[in-house]
Protein backbone atom coordinates (compact mmCIF):
# COMPACT_ATOMS: atom_id res chain seq x y z
CA UNK A 1 0.00 0.00 0.00
CA UNK A 2 1.64 3.41 -0.72
CA UNK A 3 0.81 6.09 1.48
CA UNK A 4 1.13 9.76 1.15
CA UNK A 5 -0.61 12.21 3.78
CA UNK A 6 -2.62 10.06 5.06
CA UNK A 7 -1.85 7.48 7.57
CA UNK A 8 -5.65 6.96 9.28
CA UNK A 9 -5.57 4.12 7.55
CA UNK A 10 -6.22 0.29 9.38
CA UNK A 11 -2.55 -0.80 9.29
CA UNK A 12 -3.97 -4.17 10.40
CA UNK A 13 -6.26 -4.40 7.32
CA UNK A 14 -2.87 -4.38 4.97
CA UNK A 15 -2.29 -7.58 3.29
CA UNK A 16 0.48 -9.74 3.94
CA UNK A 17 3.10 -9.41 1.02
CA UNK A 18 4.49 -13.23 0.20
CA UNK A 19 7.56 -11.35 -1.68
CA UNK A 20 9.18 -10.73 1.60
CA UNK A 21 8.01 -14.21 3.73
CA UNK A 22 10.94 -16.27 2.29
CA UNK A 23 14.31 -16.13 0.48
CA UNK A 24 15.26 -17.48 -2.25
CA UNK A 25 18.30 -19.95 -0.78
CA UNK A 26 18.81 -20.87 2.75
CA UNK A 27 20.86 -18.80 5.07
CA UNK A 28 25.02 -19.21 5.38
CA UNK A 29 25.72 -20.42 8.61
CA UNK A 30 27.62 -17.15 8.88
CA UNK A 31 24.23 -15.88 10.74
CA UNK A 32 24.30 -18.68 13.40
CA UNK A 33 28.19 -17.71 14.55
CA UNK A 34 26.62 -16.39 17.76
CA UNK A 35 23.00 -16.43 19.42
CA UNK A 36 21.27 -13.12 19.26
CA UNK A 37 17.38 -12.07 19.85
CA UNK A 38 15.33 -10.92 17.32
CA UNK A 39 17.19 -11.00 13.80
CA UNK A 40 15.26 -10.39 11.32
CA UNK A 41 15.55 -12.86 8.10
CA UNK A 42 18.99 -12.65 5.96
CA UNK A 43 17.11 -12.48 2.89
CA UNK A 44 15.19 -8.77 3.49
CA UNK A 45 18.60 -7.44 3.10
CA UNK A 46 18.97 -8.81 -0.24
CA UNK A 47 15.56 -8.50 -1.46
CA UNK A 48 15.36 -4.88 -0.37
CA UNK A 49 18.58 -4.03 -2.79
CA UNK A 50 17.37 -5.76 -5.78
CA UNK A 51 13.79 -4.23 -5.02
CA UNK A 52 15.24 -1.03 -4.92
CA UNK A 53 17.09 -1.65 -7.74
CA UNK A 54 14.51 -2.07 -9.96
CA UNK A 55 12.42 0.40 -8.51
CA UNK A 56 14.67 3.42 -8.54
CA UNK A 57 16.46 2.53 -11.53
CA UNK A 58 19.66 3.28 -9.86
CA UNK A 59 22.97 1.07 -8.44
CA UNK A 60 23.13 0.50 -5.10
CA UNK A 61 26.81 1.45 -3.35
CA UNK A 62 26.48 1.90 0.10
CA UNK A 63 24.15 -0.07 1.97
CA UNK A 64 23.68 1.56 6.01
CA UNK A 65 22.03 -0.13 9.65
CA UNK A 66 21.85 1.91 12.39
CA UNK A 67 20.73 -0.53 14.42
CA UNK A 68 23.14 -3.09 13.19
CA UNK A 69 22.67 -5.82 15.86
CA UNK A 70 24.78 -9.13 14.78
CA UNK A 71 25.71 -7.52 11.51
CA UNK A 72 22.89 -9.70 9.52
CA UNK A 73 22.31 -6.44 7.46
CA UNK A 74 26.18 -5.93 7.34
CA UNK A 75 26.82 -9.28 5.85
CA UNK A 76 24.43 -9.49 3.18
CA UNK A 77 25.32 -6.40 1.46
CA UNK A 78 28.72 -7.39 1.60
CA UNK A 79 27.72 -10.82 -0.29
CA UNK A 80 25.71 -8.46 -2.77
CA UNK A 81 29.15 -6.60 -3.23
CA UNK A 82 27.71 -3.53 -1.74
CA UNK A 83 29.76 -1.34 0.63
CA UNK A 84 28.17 -1.16 4.66
CA UNK A 85 27.82 1.34 7.51
CA UNK A 86 26.47 0.51 10.60
CA UNK A 87 26.81 1.35 14.20
CA UNK A 88 24.92 -0.14 17.16
CA UNK A 89 25.20 1.29 20.79
CA UNK A 90 25.54 -2.91 22.23
CA UNK A 91 29.42 -3.87 21.98
CA UNK A 92 28.21 -7.20 22.34
CA UNK A 93 26.54 -6.83 18.94
CA UNK A 94 29.36 -4.75 17.13
CA UNK A 95 31.84 -7.73 17.74
CA UNK A 96 29.43 -10.16 16.38
CA UNK A 97 28.91 -8.24 12.84
CA UNK A 98 32.39 -7.38 12.44
CA UNK A 99 33.51 -10.92 12.78
CA UNK A 100 30.82 -11.81 10.18
CA UNK A 101 32.20 -9.00 7.86
CA UNK A 102 35.56 -10.79 7.75
CA UNK A 103 37.13 -13.66 5.71
CA UNK A 104 39.94 -15.49 7.69
CA UNK A 105 42.48 -17.87 6.21
CA UNK A 106 42.07 -21.64 7.36
CA UNK A 107 44.97 -22.40 8.08
CA UNK A 108 45.66 -19.34 10.30
CA UNK A 109 42.44 -19.83 12.27
CA UNK A 110 43.88 -23.42 13.07
CA UNK A 111 47.14 -22.18 13.53
CA UNK A 112 45.66 -19.20 16.48
CA UNK A 113 43.51 -22.45 17.26
CA UNK A 114 46.45 -24.73 18.27
CA UNK A 115 48.38 -21.84 19.98
CA UNK A 116 45.49 -21.24 22.32
CA UNK A 117 44.82 -24.82 23.27
CA UNK A 118 48.41 -25.04 23.79
CA UNK A 119 48.70 -21.83 26.20
CA UNK A 120 45.97 -23.29 28.01
CA UNK A 121 46.98 -25.75 29.40
CA UNK A 122 50.16 -23.73 30.94
CA UNK A 123 47.77 -21.46 32.34
CA UNK A 124 46.90 -21.57 36.33
CA UNK A 125 44.60 -19.41 38.10
CA UNK A 126 44.98 -18.23 41.61
CA UNK A 127 42.04 -18.86 44.22
CA UNK A 128 42.39 -15.41 44.48
CA UNK A 129 41.64 -14.39 40.97
CA UNK A 130 38.26 -16.17 41.58
CA UNK A 131 37.39 -14.52 44.50
CA UNK A 132 38.08 -10.82 42.69
CA UNK A 133 36.21 -11.62 40.43
CA UNK A 134 32.87 -9.76 39.01
CA UNK A 135 30.30 -10.44 41.80
CA UNK A 136 27.83 -10.54 38.70
CA UNK A 137 30.09 -13.38 37.30
CA UNK A 138 29.87 -15.05 40.53
CA UNK A 139 26.50 -15.39 40.46
CA UNK A 140 26.50 -16.86 36.63
CA UNK A 141 29.14 -19.05 36.84
CA UNK A 142 30.11 -21.59 39.01
CA UNK A 143 33.89 -21.61 40.30
CA UNK A 144 35.46 -24.41 37.90
CA UNK A 145 33.81 -22.65 34.90
CA UNK A 146 35.34 -19.57 36.08
CA UNK A 147 38.48 -20.54 36.78
CA UNK A 148 39.05 -22.55 32.84
CA UNK A 149 37.20 -19.20 31.67
CA UNK A 150 39.63 -16.73 32.72
CA UNK A 151 42.41 -19.13 31.69
CA UNK A 152 40.90 -19.46 28.36
CA UNK A 153 40.27 -15.39 28.15
CA UNK A 154 44.01 -15.00 29.02
CA UNK A 155 45.02 -17.53 26.86
CA UNK A 156 43.28 -15.82 23.44
CA UNK A 157 44.70 -12.31 24.35
CA UNK A 158 47.93 -14.12 24.94
CA UNK A 159 48.05 -15.50 21.39
CA UNK A 160 46.70 -13.17 19.23
CA UNK A 161 47.54 -9.40 18.25
CA UNK A 162 45.11 -6.96 19.73
CA UNK A 163 44.92 -4.97 16.46
CA UNK A 164 44.42 -8.45 14.32
CA UNK A 165 40.74 -9.59 12.84
CA UNK A 166 41.09 -12.81 14.21
CA UNK A 167 40.64 -11.70 17.93
CA UNK A 168 37.31 -10.74 16.61
CA UNK A 169 36.55 -14.69 15.35
CA UNK A 170 38.28 -15.94 18.92
CA UNK A 171 36.47 -13.63 21.52
CA UNK A 172 33.05 -14.16 19.71
CA UNK A 173 33.92 -17.68 19.99
CA UNK A 174 34.73 -17.33 23.87
CA UNK A 175 31.47 -14.66 23.61
CA UNK A 176 28.80 -17.69 22.44
CA UNK A 177 29.84 -20.64 24.80
CA UNK A 178 29.59 -17.92 28.07
CA UNK A 179 25.80 -19.05 28.52
CA UNK A 180 26.55 -22.85 27.89
CA UNK A 181 28.72 -22.72 30.59
CA UNK A 182 26.85 -20.81 32.91
CA UNK A 183 23.87 -21.86 34.89
CA UNK A 184 21.89 -19.26 32.54
CA UNK A 185 18.25 -21.15 31.77
CA UNK A 186 18.93 -22.43 28.25
CA UNK A 187 16.87 -20.34 25.87
CA UNK A 188 15.29 -17.87 27.85
CA UNK A 189 14.31 -14.88 26.55
CA UNK A 190 15.18 -12.91 30.33
CA UNK A 191 18.09 -13.50 32.76
CA UNK A 192 16.68 -16.50 34.73
CA UNK A 193 18.73 -19.33 36.54
CA UNK A 194 18.17 -22.75 35.70
CA UNK A 195 19.19 -24.65 39.18
CA UNK A 196 19.19 -27.75 38.22
CA UNK A 197 21.37 -26.84 34.84
CA UNK A 198 25.05 -28.77 34.46
CA UNK A 199 27.25 -26.05 33.32
CA UNK A 200 29.35 -27.18 29.99
CA UNK A 201 32.52 -28.08 30.34
CA UNK A 202 34.53 -25.18 29.07
CA UNK A 203 37.60 -25.99 26.91
CA UNK A 204 35.07 -28.53 24.84
CA UNK A 205 32.73 -26.20 24.43
CA UNK A 206 34.98 -23.60 22.97
CA UNK A 207 36.09 -26.59 20.75
CA UNK A 208 32.68 -27.34 19.44
CA UNK A 209 32.38 -23.81 18.74
CA UNK A 210 35.48 -23.36 16.93
CA UNK A 211 34.63 -26.37 14.48
CA UNK A 212 30.87 -24.69 13.82
CA UNK A 213 32.53 -21.05 13.18
CA UNK A 214 34.99 -22.60 11.06
CA UNK A 215 32.68 -24.55 8.85
CA UNK A 216 30.73 -21.16 8.44
CA UNK A 217 34.05 -19.51 7.68
CA UNK A 218 34.86 -22.07 4.73
CA UNK A 219 31.54 -21.32 3.15
CA UNK A 220 31.89 -17.54 3.46
CA UNK A 221 31.14 -15.75 0.19
CA UNK A 222 31.33 -12.14 0.99
CA UNK A 223 32.97 -9.38 -1.53
CA UNK A 224 36.36 -8.95 -1.09
CA UNK A 225 36.23 -5.75 -2.12
CA UNK A 226 33.43 -4.36 -0.09
CA UNK A 227 34.07 -1.62 2.26
CA UNK A 228 33.08 -2.63 5.86
CA UNK A 229 32.52 -0.02 9.08
CA UNK A 230 30.91 -0.75 12.16
CA UNK A 231 30.86 1.92 14.86
CA UNK A 232 30.07 0.79 18.42
CA UNK A 233 28.08 3.93 19.35
CA UNK A 234 24.92 5.47 20.03
CA UNK A 235 23.79 6.21 16.38
CA UNK A 236 21.46 9.65 17.71
CA UNK A 237 25.28 11.00 18.62
CA UNK A 238 26.78 10.57 15.16
CA UNK A 239 27.31 13.25 13.19
CA UNK A 240 26.30 13.40 9.74
CA UNK A 241 28.32 15.62 7.73
CA UNK A 242 27.30 14.62 4.10
CA UNK A 243 25.03 12.07 2.49
CA UNK A 244 26.86 8.88 1.98
CA UNK A 245 24.31 6.12 1.63
CA UNK A 246 22.01 4.99 -0.78
CA UNK A 247 19.95 2.33 1.05
CA UNK A 248 19.39 2.15 4.63
CA UNK A 249 18.20 -1.55 5.77
CA UNK A 250 17.03 -1.74 9.66
CA UNK A 251 14.96 -2.98 12.20
CA UNK A 252 14.26 -0.48 14.99
CA UNK A 253 14.18 -1.84 18.61
CA UNK A 254 10.20 -2.19 19.67
CA UNK A 255 9.38 0.21 22.00
CA UNK A 256 8.52 -3.05 24.39
CA UNK A 257 11.37 -4.42 23.69
CA UNK A 258 14.04 -6.66 25.39
CA UNK A 259 16.81 -5.30 27.66
CA UNK A 260 20.03 -6.21 25.55
CA UNK A 261 21.90 -5.03 28.26
CA UNK A 262 20.46 -7.71 30.31
CA UNK A 263 20.18 -10.15 28.12
CA UNK A 264 24.23 -9.79 26.64
CA UNK A 265 25.39 -9.21 30.51
CA UNK A 266 27.75 -12.56 30.28
CA UNK A 267 29.70 -11.26 27.44
CA UNK A 268 30.13 -7.63 28.25
CA UNK A 269 30.98 -8.39 31.91
CA UNK A 270 33.46 -11.06 30.85
CA UNK A 271 34.66 -9.00 27.82
CA UNK A 272 35.35 -6.26 30.47
CA UNK A 273 33.33 -3.58 28.29
CA UNK A 274 31.37 -2.81 31.56
CA UNK A 275 31.95 -3.31 35.21
CA UNK A 276 28.16 -3.24 35.25
CA UNK A 277 26.14 -4.34 32.68
CA UNK A 278 23.71 -1.74 33.68
CA UNK A 279 25.28 0.85 32.46
CA UNK A 280 24.62 -0.40 28.64
CA UNK A 281 21.47 0.39 29.39
CA UNK A 282 21.82 3.59 29.24
CA UNK A 283 20.95 5.49 25.54
CA UNK A 284 19.56 2.61 24.28
CA UNK A 285 16.22 3.04 22.51
CA UNK A 286 13.23 1.49 23.98
CA UNK A 287 14.65 0.81 27.57
CA UNK A 288 12.55 1.22 30.60
CA UNK A 289 15.95 2.73 32.42
CA UNK A 290 16.12 6.28 30.48
CA UNK A 291 16.80 9.06 32.33
CA UNK A 292 14.36 11.46 30.66
CA UNK A 293 11.90 14.25 31.22
CA UNK A 294 8.46 13.37 30.71
CA UNK A 295 7.42 17.01 29.69
CA UNK A 296 9.60 17.60 27.24
CA UNK A 297 9.45 14.57 25.62
CA UNK A 298 5.90 14.95 25.15
CA UNK A 299 5.57 18.15 23.92
CA UNK A 300 8.18 16.96 20.96
CA UNK A 301 5.57 13.88 19.85
CA UNK A 302 3.67 13.50 17.02
CA UNK A 303 0.69 12.94 16.85
CA UNK A 304 0.14 9.49 16.96
CA UNK A 305 2.74 8.74 19.56
CA UNK A 306 0.67 11.62 21.22
CA UNK A 307 -2.33 9.54 21.47
CA UNK A 308 -0.75 6.32 22.49
CA UNK A 309 1.38 7.69 25.35
CA UNK A 310 -1.39 9.81 26.73
CA UNK A 311 -3.29 6.19 26.89
CA UNK A 312 -0.52 4.36 28.37
CA UNK A 313 0.09 7.30 31.00
CA UNK A 314 -3.24 6.12 32.36
CA UNK A 315 -1.97 2.56 32.93
CA UNK A 316 1.29 2.98 33.92
CA UNK A 317 2.98 6.33 34.32
CA UNK A 318 6.67 4.82 33.99
CA UNK A 319 5.87 2.94 30.59
CA UNK A 320 4.62 6.25 28.99
CA UNK A 321 7.62 7.73 30.34
CA UNK A 322 10.11 5.73 28.44
CA UNK A 323 7.76 5.05 25.00
CA UNK A 324 7.72 8.85 24.76
CA UNK A 325 11.44 8.94 24.98
CA UNK A 326 11.34 5.53 22.56
CA UNK A 327 8.98 7.71 20.13
CA UNK A 328 11.09 11.00 20.77
CA UNK A 329 14.49 9.00 19.93
CA UNK A 330 12.83 7.16 16.67
CA UNK A 331 11.48 10.85 15.36
CA UNK A 332 15.60 12.00 15.58
CA UNK A 333 16.50 8.57 13.95
CA UNK A 334 14.29 8.97 11.07
CA UNK A 335 15.76 12.73 10.78
CA UNK A 336 19.24 11.62 10.72
CA UNK A 337 18.21 8.75 8.70
CA UNK A 338 16.69 10.92 5.89
CA UNK A 339 19.78 13.40 5.94
CA UNK A 340 22.34 10.56 5.69
CA UNK A 341 20.80 9.44 2.43
CA UNK A 342 21.88 10.83 -1.13
CA UNK A 343 19.58 11.76 -3.88
CA UNK A 344 17.03 9.56 -4.74
CA UNK A 345 18.06 6.82 -2.14
CA UNK A 346 15.66 5.04 0.23
CA UNK A 347 15.01 3.75 3.91
CA UNK A 348 13.72 0.09 4.44
CA UNK A 349 12.74 -0.64 7.97
CA UNK A 350 11.66 -3.90 9.46
CA UNK A 351 8.92 -3.39 12.64
CA UNK A 352 5.87 -4.61 14.45
CA UNK A 353 3.06 -3.22 16.09
CA UNK A 354 2.72 -4.24 19.83
CA UNK A 355 0.17 -3.96 23.05
CA UNK A 356 0.80 -3.07 26.64
CA UNK A 357 -1.99 -3.62 29.35
CA UNK A 358 -4.87 -3.15 26.61
CA UNK A 359 -2.87 -0.34 25.05
CA UNK A 360 -2.41 -0.90 21.21
CA UNK A 361 1.28 0.69 20.70
CA UNK A 362 1.49 1.33 16.85
CA UNK A 363 4.56 1.46 16.00
CA UNK A 364 4.38 1.04 12.23
CA UNK A 365 2.00 3.81 12.54
CA UNK A 366 4.19 6.36 14.33
CA UNK A 367 7.20 5.47 11.86
CA UNK A 368 5.09 6.15 8.98
CA UNK A 369 3.93 9.74 10.22
CA UNK A 370 7.65 10.64 11.30
CA UNK A 371 8.86 9.73 8.08
CA UNK A 372 6.43 11.91 6.12
CA UNK A 373 7.43 14.49 8.95
CA UNK A 374 10.80 14.54 7.96
CA UNK A 375 10.76 14.29 4.09
CA UNK A 376 10.38 10.85 2.76
CA UNK A 377 8.08 10.03 -0.07
CA UNK A 378 6.27 7.69 -1.86
CA UNK A 379 6.10 5.37 1.04
CA UNK A 380 4.95 1.90 0.96
CA UNK A 381 3.97 0.05 3.96
CA UNK A 382 3.32 -3.94 3.59
CA UNK A 383 3.51 -6.54 5.77
CA UNK A 384 5.25 -10.37 6.13
CA UNK A 385 4.60 -13.00 8.52
CA UNK A 386 7.23 -13.65 11.28
CA UNK A 387 8.68 -16.91 10.82
CA UNK A 388 12.31 -17.66 11.91
CA UNK A 389 12.75 -14.65 13.87
CA UNK A 390 13.77 -15.21 16.91
CA UNK A 391 11.26 -13.28 18.37
CA UNK A 392 8.10 -14.64 20.75
CA UNK A 393 4.92 -12.95 20.07
CA UNK A 394 3.49 -14.04 22.81
CA UNK A 395 3.12 -11.51 25.69
CA UNK A 396 2.10 -11.83 29.83
CA UNK A 397 -0.81 -10.24 31.22
CA UNK A 398 1.66 -7.52 31.85
CA UNK A 399 2.38 -7.45 28.13
CA UNK A 400 6.11 -8.44 28.92
CA UNK A 401 7.37 -11.37 26.47
CA UNK A 402 6.93 -14.81 27.18
CA UNK A 403 7.35 -18.54 25.18
CA UNK A 404 3.85 -19.59 27.14
CA UNK A 405 1.60 -20.34 24.47
CA UNK A 406 -1.24 -20.22 26.59
CA UNK A 407 -0.82 -16.55 26.97
CA UNK A 408 -2.03 -13.71 24.04
CA UNK A 409 -0.97 -14.17 20.83
CA UNK A 410 -0.06 -10.15 20.30
CA UNK A 411 1.78 -9.81 17.13
CA UNK A 412 2.26 -12.89 14.44
CA UNK A 413 3.20 -9.70 11.49
CA UNK A 414 5.33 -7.50 11.25
CA UNK A 415 5.68 -4.57 8.53
CA UNK A 416 7.76 -3.48 5.71
CA UNK A 417 7.88 0.40 5.28
CA UNK A 418 9.53 1.74 2.48
CA UNK A 419 10.42 5.72 2.28
CA UNK A 420 12.56 7.51 -0.60
CA UNK A 421 13.96 10.62 -0.36
Known sequence: MNINNNIEIDFDAIPIETFWNIGDKAENRMHRIHAYPAKFPAFITSKAIKYIEEQNNTDINWVADMFCGCGTTAYEATRN?????????????TLIAKTKSQLYKDKTLQIYFDLINTEFSKQKVS???????NERIKYWFKDKQIEDLLKLKYSIYKSIPKKSKYLYFFLTAFSNIL???????TKSIKPQVDPNKKPANVIDAFIKQFEMMR????ENDINKKSKVNIENINFLNKKIRKPFVDLIVTSPPYVTSYEYADLHQLSTLWLGYVQDFKDLRNGTIGSLYHN??????AKLLNKTGEDIVFKLYNKDKRKACSTAKYFVDMQKTMKKSYDMLNKNGAALFVIGNTEYKGVRINNAKHLVETMLNVGFKDIEVT???????????????????????NSRKVYAEEFIIIGRK
Not at 215 to 218: D, S, V
Open 215 to 218: KANL
Open 179 to 185: KPTSVWL
Open 292 to 297: SDFKKD
Open 127 to 133: REEIRNI
Open 81 to 93: GKNFWGSDINPVA
Open 383 to 405: KRKITNKILTPYRDKNGKFTTDK
